[in-house]
């Protein structure tokens, strides 16, 4: 098992910068990939941007040049520094971790962390 808990969210205005975290406990030296998820008003939850372990990282084109994505594996945490904020980038922000063992993936989730941006 594998807990994620995210912190960060709030209130900006556009043009400004946030820094949402994630922090993993439990099973964490099975995770693998990483990702930050986002669910913005009337849309499904899309991918942000996600990492490998290796840091391998693949980016949004919607948020590329703005938000980047980082790990730090010995503290089992993950990062999405997010600049230059639009009203576009509202939305609940969700961590995603994928877990392996015995060959079988398990991917868990944060509850997520509401950003809203808005003059």
């Known amino acids: 098992q594998v807990h994620l808990v995210e912190s960060g969210g709030g209130l900006v205005q556009p043009g400004e910068s946030l820094t949402l975290s994630c922090e993993a406990s439990?099973?964490?030296?099975?995770?693998?990939?990483m990702a930050w998820y986002r669910r913005s008003p009337g849309k499904p939850r899309g991918l942000v941007a996600s990492?490998?372990?290796?840091?391998?990282?693949v980016i949004a084109s919607n948020v590329k040049g703005r938000f980047t994505i980082s790990r730090d594996n010995p503290k089992n945490t993950l990062h999405l520094a997010m600049d230059n904020l639009k009203p576009e980038d509202t939305g609940v922000y969700f961590c995603e971790a994928d877990s392996s063992d015995d060959g079988i993936t398990t991917h868990y989730w944060g509850e997520g962390t509401q950003v809203t941006v808005s003059s």
């Open positions: 439990g099973s964490v030296d099975r995770i693998d990939d």
């Open positions: 990492i490998t372990t290796d840091g391998r990282i």
